[in-house]
């Protein structure tokens, strides 16, 4: 497939005091291999892509740039052992909210699963999960996780499960943040179009400058009266480091929602809307900071299938940041217009 798009971006860089304006034009081709059951995922299959993004923009030229993302996905299946899996690598040029400017970034991620089904209720596993930012200014990010998981079918449509969760970031410049949380899971499908997913839980930090207790969560809940139309909600609390601040935590309060309509038989209506609050805090000795910042997003995207290979989109984005640091908070809005190709 091939996604091509022009836009207008009022702001490049996000800068709050020089504001940058520019019009980019996107070629962006990608190849995807898929083997196995890669459409109902239920039992063992693989896929595989890769996409080149080249910018280019109108103003400044200097900012052009060469994209890369390739990822891959997949499953094991072997009698009551299931085995999936996720890797991906990245190279990104862009605008990123925690570092509060654009930068490129040299990414890696890769999770792993170990899931058996002990009995016809009781299913249990372990898991393994880690990533890497490479930033070429600001400080480079790394962040390994552990699982390990109970789940237990109450009933055909909800089950409960309780897990440990150990996980150890490092910041360049930075001592290590290490969190150790007990969380309650519990998932429910009481119709064909409801269902919630929910985790909550204590997450008790080691870090530099002394220990701390979190409360974190995550919940969703996703509604789909029709085919044609589809609701979703999440909300989410957790702790992160930062590559801006180094040396100090952040915890983030989100809650994102989108929804999917599809107008006749050709044309769709994506709508999606965020708000996230972010609290820093110091992590080892010597640190200081009170930086606090309050992050609204909103897209629209309407797209037309021309036929069964030709598309055609238009696209809507705006964000605020509000933070404390005048550095930092930003508008931004992006308009514009896309023609992709599939086979």
């Not at 880690?130 to 998981?149: C, G, V």
């Not at 109450?154 to 949380?181: E, F, H, M, N």
């Not at 609290?279 to 609204?296: C, H, S, V």
């Amino acid at each position: 497939g091939v996604r091509s798009s022009v836009e207008y971006n009022d702001n490049v860089f996000i800068d709050a005091d020089n504001e940058e304006d520019d019009i980019v034009a996107v070629l962006a081709p990608t190849l995807s291999v898929n083997t196995g059951d890669f459409r109902k995922r239920q039992a063992a299959y693989l896929s595989a892509a890769y996409t080149a993004t080249a910018s280019t923009y109108i103003n400044d030229t200097a900012d052009e740039t060469l994209d890369h993302l390739l990822q891959a996905e997949g499953q094991l299946k072997k009698g009551k052992l299931t085995v999936p899996f996720t890797a991906q690598a990245s190279r990104e040029t862009g605008a990123f909210l925690d570092v509060g400017g654009r930068d490129t970034a040299i990414s890696y991620r890769g999770r792993i699963e170990l899931n058996y089904e002990a009995t016809s209720k009781v299913s249990l596993g372990v898991a393994a999960e880690y990533s890497a930012t490479d930033y070429s200014i600001f400080a480079d990010f790394s962040r390994a996780i552990a699982e390990a998981y109970v789940s237990y079918q109450v009933t055909a449509k909800t089950s409960l499960g309780v897990a440990y969760r150990y996980s150890d970031s490092s910041t360049d410049g930075a001592s290590s943040q290490k969190y150790q949380a007990a969380l309650l899971r519990l998932n429910s499908s009481p119709g064909t179009k409801f269902s919630t997913v929910s985790e909550v839980g204590l997450a008790f930090s080691e870090l530099g400058k002394g220990d701390r207790t979190d409360v974190i969560y995550r919940m969703g809940v996703a509604y789909q009266p029709t085919s044609k139309r589809r609701f979703a909600l999440e909300a989410v609390r957790e702790p992160n480091t930062s590559s801006f601040t180094v040396g100090s935590g952040v915890i983030r309060n989100g809650i994102q929602a989108s929804y999917d309509q599809a107008l006749g038989n050709r044309t769709r209506l994506k709508l999606t809307g965020g708000y996230q609050h972010k609290d820093y805090f110091a992590a080892d000795e010597g640190i200081a900071t009170d930086r606090q910042e309050d992050y609204l997003a909103f897209s629209a995207l309407l797209a037309y299938d021309i036929n069964a290979h030709w598309s055609a989109e238009l696209f809507y984005s705006y964000a605020n940041n509000d933070s404390n640091d005048p550095a930092l908070g930003f508008d931004n809005q992006r308009v514009g217009m896309g023609l992709n190709w599939t086979y």
